[in-house]
């Protein structure tokens, strides 16, 4: 196994341990895209089933206070794709607490009203803990194959800028599917990052205090900073087979990322990847080593 990657297994130990000083603990998804495979062979819809389902069971095996998905869960956003992750997640996560935001490829063939149905989530909303304030908001357009930029509503924005407001010096976790314009690996490409007419970084730099921006979209690993902000992108799960794990104590923020070490699952993800429509394997997307890992102390 090799040093570079975190043992997948001595995570699992360490988010057990007690009495270690970390207050509260999120274990992040990038994007899933979970796919219906109409056309496949059934070798491959085999393979789907193996890799999707052993993943989601890595995923809510992990200890946490919260389990989130950063969008694109599913790959075309049908019925039965929706229908399938979301009875995964609430058949083996028995006293975890799933949250979905939403992503491009969630909401291409139903209305989100639809969609938020068969998933029991909310479009956007806050949890504010002793610690932190998680905020997860919806930048997805409806419907709209052409255009997978995101965009934020201004009845949301004008809900965000208020929960900015009034979370004073306390830190945010703010969570969505698209990466804020020119900031992470991709960023600055057309329909890879919230439209600028939609930009909310306005309103994100008003905030008192730190604040951790994660997202998805782009399928590659960057961590960067922006004044004071900290901003996480993951890598999709067929590129990259891993999760990120936040860990928020007194006084500090810290991201890991967790690597799914299982060979089978592993060569499963390869052979996925280049055999599933809507999905291109994307070169690079593991990142550099500052990529995978972020501690900041807060004064």
């Not at 998804?29 to 495979?37: A, K, N």
């Not at 996925?272 to 994307?282: A, D, E, S, T, V």
Request: aromatic fraction near 8%.
């Amino acid at each position: 196994m090799s040093s570079k990657h975190n043992d997948f297994m001595s995570f699992c130990a360490l988010s057990e341990a007690k009495g270690m000083g970390i207050n509260m603990k999120l274990v992040v998804m990038g994007d899933f895209h979970y796919p219906r495979m109409v056309d496949a062979s059934e070798e491959l819809r085999e393979a789907r089933e193996q890799f999707f389902g052993g993943m989601l069971k890595a995923f809510l095996d992990i200890d946490a206070d919260y389990h989130v998905s950063l969008g694109d869960f599913t790959n075309e956003g049908m019925n039965e794709e929706l229908e399938y992750v979301f009875d995964r997640i609430k058949a083996n996560g028995t006293g975890r607490t799933f949250i979905h935001v939403l992503g491009n490829h969630d909401a291409y063939s139903i209305p989100k009203t639809e969609i938020l149905a068969i998933s029991g989530q909310q479009r956007y909303h806050r949890i504010e803990t002793e610690e932190a304030v998680l905020v997860f908001i919806d930048t997805t357009k409806e419907m709209d194959r052409k255009d997978y930029g995101g965009e934020v509503d201004p009845e949301q924005a004008a809900w965000l800028d208020e929960v900015l407001r009034q979370s004073a010096d306390k830190p945010v976790l703010l969570f969505a599917h698209h990466p804020i314009p020119n900031t992470t690996k991709l960023s600055d490409k057309p329909m890879l990052h919230i439209h600028p007419e939609y930009d909310i970084w306005p309103l994100m730099a008003k905030k008192s205090g730190r604040g951790y921006y994660f997202c998805g979209h782009n399928h590659m690993n960057s961590i960067v900073q922006k004044d004071h902000w900290h901003l996480v992108q993951t890598a999709a799960c067929l590129d990259i087979p891993a999760f990120r794990l936040i860990e928020v104590s007194e006084g500090q923020v810290s991201v890991e990322t967790i690597h799914i070490e299982d060979p089978k699952l592993l060569e499963l993800a390869a052979h996925i990847g280049q055999n599933m429509k809507h999905f291109k394997p994307k070169a690079g997307a593991l990142g550099e080593d500052a990529d995978l890992t972020l501690t900041v102390v807060h004064s």
